[in-house]
């Protein structure tokens, strides 16, 4: 099992730039492909950026691609979003999630506590 712990979010301004990393417990972060999610307000949670255990694969929803960039740190544990070109759209909850799947449509099993990201005008 293991417990995810997002931090980095906060108020930006739209065309700002954001960070936002996800540490994980125990030993095995590198058996675990890990993913990014959002919810906004009454809306559902939605797919966001995906990598896979040694990083080498990542992927990404249309509307994020070519401004998010996910990695990884297996040493430090730890998983990344790095946010460019932000819009008011992109304001949300973000979450942290680990798959023990090896398939991009594989699962996510285990969810962090979430970070808020507001994108002001």
């Known amino acids: 099992q293991v417990q995810l712990v997002e931090s980095g979010g906060g108020l930006v301004q739209a065309g700002g730039s954001l960070r936002l990393s996800c540490a994980a417990s125990?030993?095995?972060?590198?058996?675990?492909?890990m993913g990014w999610f959002r919810q906004s307000p009454g809306k559902e949670r939605e797919f966001v950026a995906r990598?896979?255990?040694?990083?080498?694969?990542?992927y990404y929803a249309d509307s994020v691609k070519g401004r998010f960039t996910i990695s990884r740190d297996n040493a430090k544990n730890t998983v990344y979003l790095q946010m460019n070109s932000l819009k008011p759209e992109d304001t949300a909850v973000y979450y942290c999630?680990?798959?023990?799947?090896?398939?991009?449509?594989?699962?996510?099993?285990?969810w962090g506590q979430g970070t808020l990201v507001t994108v002001s005008e």
């Open positions: 125990g030993r095995t972060f590198s058996s675990y492909a």
């Open positions: 990598i896979s255990r040694g990083g080498g694969s990542t």
């Open positions: 999630a680990a798959s023990t799947g090896l398939l991009v449509r594989s699962p996510f099993e285990y």
